[in-house]
DNA sequence: TAAGTGCGTCGTT
DNA sequence: AACGACGCACTTA
């Protein structure tokens, strides 16, 4: 069904002021960020076998490209994104969301013409709720129309702090 | 103004 | 066929 089913998958820890993030790794790419788990339940994954060297370097790339994000600032140099576990619609709304610089924010309808589909709102809405890499593919910067919040995968907090980080006002 | 309702619209499951 | 991280028009308070 999806290509990287079976594939190896390499999950590993990114340290921030903001918490633990785990990230995954496939042999493409990184393929998934994950918010600091809530209450420390120390899901580890400790990975048994030797991490292989483009993996390391990725995740040196992720890293650093993570705390900049957090710091407000631009990623800089990312890793090579593994986005296969995404539908076509859903990789051109995650590329169009990467174009969106720090500070700068974009309405679900805006990324919806964006894109060439401009009745496709609810589903661009759709499409930031399943972005794999949160953060680094910034959905954050996505609000609703009239400036709202909108909502937000890793819940409304973040979406918050990670604007406000920026300098990005909005209506409540 | 603010909050609530209804409906159009469309990708995904 | 049902369900949304939506937008818009419209109604109430």
Known sequence: MNPTCGTQLFELPIETTEGKFIARYSEKGLSGLEFPA???SSRAKTVKAAIPRPIRNWHRAASQALARVLAGKAPGKLPPLDLSSGTDFQRCVW???????????????EVARLIGRP???RAVGG????NPIPVLIPCHRVLAANRKLGGFSGGLDWKRALLAREGVSFSR
């Open 119 to 121: 009745k496709a709102v």
């Open 95 to 109: 590329t169009a969301l990467q174009k969106i610089m720090p500070g700068q924010t974009r309405g679900y309808g």
């Open 38 to 40: 809530g209450a420390d």
């Open 127 to 130: 499409a930031c709720g399943a």
